[in-house]
Every structure is written in C-alpha cells, then in structure tokens.
C-alpha cells in the first residue's frame, strides 16, 4: 500500500510558506532535494514500479495458498414432478475439506520462486529510485544551466545594444566607417537570435524537470540554485559497485527461475497426495427435512493419489527452457557487471575533469572580464577597433558560459558517481 507522502510534503511546505504569507511576499525557492521528494512522489514510473512490487508480495501470498487447507460448500435440489416421471423432490448440502498432504515439492518450489521474484521485484524499485533521483537531479542542473545561459547571452546582447548606440553615435559624427556601424548590428541581431533559442531550450528543460517531477511543477516556482561553496570529496570506491540493487534482482531471478526448474520437475517426477472429509445432509425437500429417510447424514474422508507417469514429454521440455532462461539471466548478470564498471571508470574520468575544467574556467572568466575592460576603454579612447570590442565581448561570454558549465559539470559528475554506487 503506497503511502501519500504528497499531502504531507504539501503540509510542510504550507507551513514553511506561513510566515512569508503574513509580509506579502512569496520567498520560497524550490530546492534539489525537495524536487527529488517531489518526484519519488508523483514519477508515474517509479508509482509503476511499486505497483509491480505489490504484485510480487501478493504473489507470495498466493503462493502459501498450497499449504493451507480449502474448504467448499455445495448445495443441490430437485424438484420433480408426477405428471414428468416418478419420484420425489430431494436435496443435499455438503462441507468439504481438502488438504494438500504432498505435491511432489512443487508447493515448496513455487513458494520459494515467489519470494525469490519478491525479492527481485524489491531490488528492482530500489534502482529504480536511484534512476529517478539522478534523472531529478540532471533535469534539474540542466534546467539551472540553461537559465545561467540566458543570462550569459542577455548580458553579451545588452553589451552589443550599448556598443551598437556608441557605435551610432560616432557614425553620427563622422568617427565611425558605416561597415563598422553594420558590423555592430549584425552582431547584435545575431546576439538576439541566440537570446531567443537560449529561452526556447530553457523551457524545454522546465517542460522536462516538470515531467519527472509527475507534473507537480508550476509556472511561477523559483528554483533554487546549488550551493557555490559545495566541497568536493572522492569517497569512492570500486569494489562498491558489485552490491548494486539491479545485479541483487539478477541473481534472486537467476534463483527464482532455478526453483521454477525444481518445480516443474519434482512436481512431476513424484506422486501427489491429497487428503478430502467431506459430510453430506440429505433431504426430501429444499428445506433438507428427512422425515422418511433413515439414513440422512454421511461422512467420508478420501485420500487421492495421483501419479503422472508420462505426459508426452512436456515436462522435460519445461525443464529444459526454464534452464536455458535461467542461463540467459546470468549472461545478462554478466554483462551488467561489465557495464556497470565502465559506468564507474567513466564518471571518475568526467569527476576528474570536470573539477579540472572548474579550476581553469574561473581563471578564463576573470581574465575575459580585464580583457574586455581594457578593450572597451581602448575603444572609448579611439585605441581599438569595433571587430575588437566585438571579439572581446564574444571572448566573455564564452568564458562564462564555460565557467558555468564547468561549475554545474561537478555536480553532475558526482550525481553521476552517486548513482553508481547508490549513494
């Protein structure tokens, strides 16, 4: 049964929103880890997923039936009528009981098989949880991205717009060739172009931070950026990766198939044994009244034995296909271990790079910002030409968008290695 964590996410986020209420103003911002409750919440996979592991359990549940006794009820009337045949009306009414004394192990097999698949089902939501929460945080980070790139090319476009007004105003004078004049406007319409597309991939990004997070995600929520002063530390270690949740699934379907192996043959190499009391009443009416009958009540217990000796060779052909899947999963294990060590040599490749590229992108950005002071009053003072300024401006932004990549690439590169490891 899925609890409704929604509601009570909600309430406490109605009352971290109360006192802001009172001054009129909304300050909330929706944090990294508050979008990742969100979407464990409202995901309609992950939702999926717990779904399918109740099924599991509630197999197991059936399972067990096999071990427990059944009880049926049956009831029968005839009426009969003189002018249609001899005889008279008559009834009975019966309670039985039936008991599985043996079933050739296929009891115990199958009841092993459904814990064996519960378990895998369970391992199964668990990296599935994993896969949101890192999914969450990519859509996330690449969201911030894209608002810290609208800002980048909103800064470069509002720089052109000043140059393009000096520029003109020069032009005016007499102090600026009409090719430079055009060279600014040029810039600064395609400066406009890119500002455009930037905001169009910006909503893209929120349209799938939205979906992830099942919907829940209006137009009007402030998203709150990382932290800047987020200290990094490699904590990683490689044997880890071997205990993740998909390769425990694996192994417990691998064991879960070999007891359905066991099933189908034992179940049909040995003899089953069932145990039935049954007790009948009799009657001469619909009411079981038995005024003339003198014996009007039975008892009987029976025990039935059933052996299949041949059945045209399908049970060895079960057997056989359910070897051969179980030998298919353990291919598949093994693949997966492979890949997931290649997952975990690529993220400490990118971990260490992207920490690299912070490094020498905080460095670029600050030597772009003297750069294009210098440039710019050079160009004031009749010092540089406006290809200059214009390359300086462009210099800038790509430094920053840069630095801000390189700053937002950590975060996913941790993420990356978080999953991994199951973090």
């Known amino acids: 049964m899925l609890v409704n964590h929604k509601e009570v996410f909600m309430n406490k986020k109605i009352v971290k929103l109360l006192p802001l209420t009172f001054l009129g103003v909304n300050l909330y911002a929706l944090d990294l880890n508050e979008a990742i409750d969100i979407a464990l919440i409202n995901n309609n996979s992950y939702i999926k997923q717990q779904y399918i592991y109740d099924e599991a359990k509630a197999n197991v549940r059936k399972s067990r039936a096999g071990f427990l006794p059944k009880v049926d009820t049956s009831y029968t009337y005839n009426a009969n009528k003189y002018d249609l045949g001899e005889g008279k009306d008559n009834a009975n009414a019966s309670a039985i009981i039936s008991y599985n004394l043996f079933s050739g192990l296929k009891d115990y097999y199958t009841l092993d098989a459904a814990q064996k698949n519960k378990l895998a089902s369970k391992y199964t939501l668990e990296a599935s949880k994993h896969d949101l929460v890192y999914e969450t945080k990519v859509k996330y980070i690449n969201y911030l991205k894209s608002l810290k790139n609208i800002e980048t090319i909103e ?13 003109q105003s020069k032009f005016e004078q007499g102090l600026l060739a009409k090719n430079d004049l055009l060279q600014v406007n040029a810039q600064m319409l395609q400066a406009k172009q890119n500002l455009a597309r930037a905001k169009a991939d910006s909503k893209v990004s929120w349209y799938n931070l939205k979906n992830i997070l099942g919907g829940e995600l209006s137009k009007d929520e402030n998203i709150k950026d990382l932290n ?14 071997f205990s993740r949740s998909e390769i425990k699934a694996l192994k417990n379907s691998i064991e879960a198939l070999l007891s359905q192996k ?10 089953s044994v069932s145990l039935n009391l049954a007790h009948t009443k009799y009657g001469e009416d619909s009411s079981l009244n038995s005024d003339t009958l003198e014996n009007d009540e039975q008892s009987t217990a029976t025990v039935n034995v059933k052996w299949n000796l041949f059945n045209g060779g399908a049970d060895y052909a079960e057997t056989i296909i359910l070897r051969k899947k179980s030998l298919q999963v353990k291919e598949d294990l093994e693949e997966l271990k492979l890949n997931i060590k290649l997952q975990y040599e690529n993220a400490v490749e990118e971990y260490d790079v992207s920490k690299l590229n912070y490094e ?20 004031k003072e009749g010092l540089s030409t406006t290809t200059d300024l214009i390359n300086a401006n462009f210099l800038l932004a790509q430094a920053k968008q840069s630095f801000d990549n390189a700053f937002y690439d950590r975060f996913l590169a941790k993420a990356s290695l978080d999953r991994i490891l199951e973090r």
């Not at 052109?160 to 007004?165: A, E, R």
């Open 360 to 379: 020498t992108a905080k460095i670029s950005l600050e030597q772009s910002k003297e750069n294009y002071k210098i440039v710019n009053n050079r160009f």
């Open 262 to 271: 066991n099933a189908n043959s034992y179940g049909t190499s040995l003899p």
């Open 228 to 241: 800047k002063d987020t200290f990094f530390i490699f904590d990683y270690k490689e044997d880890e990766i």
């Open 155 to 167: 800064n470069a476009y509002k720089l052109l717009q000043n140059q393009y007004k000096d520029a």
